[in-house]
């Protein structure tokens, strides 16, 4: 049987796995805030300069990575609930299942989304 070294075995487990989507979806809003920000800074530079930015935005991989922020944020809150769960309730199937629960209300709220970006 082949079995992974006792060092990584507990990266097979769903409650790491949520960790890391959380810990790596911080990590990644933290890095779009720069962003945000100037984009923010593109209404006060004037109407021009936003109007520029907001026609850039209509382009579909400004759509993709909006989605994917979707997703990131969704994640991200999944996580922080799921670790007040951890703090608050005792640990049980229930909240295994959370874990689970909480990626699939990441993907779904990102794809409800997209759906409703490509309406518009």
């Known amino acids: 049987m082949n079995r992974p070294p006792p060092a990584f075995r507990h990266r097979n487990?769903?409650?790491?796995?949520?960790f890391a989507v959380h810990r790596i979806s911080g990590l990644v809003l933290a890095l779009f805030l720069p962003l945000h920000f100037w984009a923010l800074g593109q209404a006060i530079a004037g109407e021009a300069a936003l109007d520029g930015f907001?026609?850039?935005?209509a382009n579909p991989l400004a759509k993709l990575a909006e989605t994917g922020l979707v997703i990131l944020?969704?994640?991200?809150l999944a996580g922080g609930l799921r670790i007040l769960a951890i703090e608050?309730?005792?640990w049980?199937?229930?909240?295994k299942a959370a874990v689970a629960a909480s990626a699939g209300f990441a993907v779904a709220a990102g794809l409800l989304f997209l759906f409703n970006?490509?309406?518009a």
Request: hydrophobic share 55%.
């Open 13 to 18: 487990h769903p409650a790491w796995w949520a």
């Open 54 to 57: 907001l026609r850039w935005t």
């Open 73 to 76: 944020l969704a994640a991200h």
């Open 88 to 90: 608050f309730l005792p």
């Open 92 to 95: 049980s199937p229930r909240q």
């Open 117 to 119: 970006v490509g309406a």
